[in-house]
């Protein structure tokens, strides 16, 4: 199967938002259509394949920045308790994760973009909705968030932002070694 569509609903309009929510939400959709765009004229197979010596592929990379972008939204709206106790996470646990960066026996291409497009539909809509970009939780248990004691969902979005761009170029650089298509250049 070949996806020619980079999502299921590209024409849905956005959220009616100004300001610094739409200068947000305008930026991350530009680097979720970068990162789309890695998957253009691929199959599922093609979406699966590791190019490089990591362990990324292109479909894998959407699932897992789908699933990050959906567990900090979680945050937005619950704070701490919408995410684990990164500190006691099992080897299970860390397995879980690995599976978030590949295609699984069944998982489609189609369908991990028809999640991710879900995903920032709710991130929209939660962002056109948020009174105060300065609202905060404290942040979960985990060896990497020592000496931050909370984020702001100014902060949160920001990280999603960062987390899609990098994903974007390291998904740039796995379809090159496919096929030498380049998102940019």
Partial sequence: MTVNQLTTDESAEAPAVTGEHADLLETLAKHRDFLRFTTRGLTDEQAGLRTTKSEL????????????????????????????????????????????????????????????????????????????????????????????PEWSARRVLLHILAETAQHAGHADIVREALDGAKTMG
């Fill in 57 to 148: 592929c292109l479909g894998g990379l959407i699932k897992h920045v789908t699933a990050v972008e959906r567990s900090w939204v979680d945050f937005i709206l619950e704070g701490p308790s919408a995410m684990p106790d990164f500190t006691a996470m099992t080897e299970e646990n860390f397995a879980r994760r690995a599976d978030s960066f590949r295609m699984l026996p069944g998982e489609t291409l189609a369908g991990v973009l028809d999640a991710y497009a879900e995903v920032a539909r709710r991130t929209e809509e939660v962002v056109a909705g948020l009174p105060d970009l300065n609202a905060s939780w404290p942040l979960p248990k985990a060896p990497w968030f020592e000496g931050q």
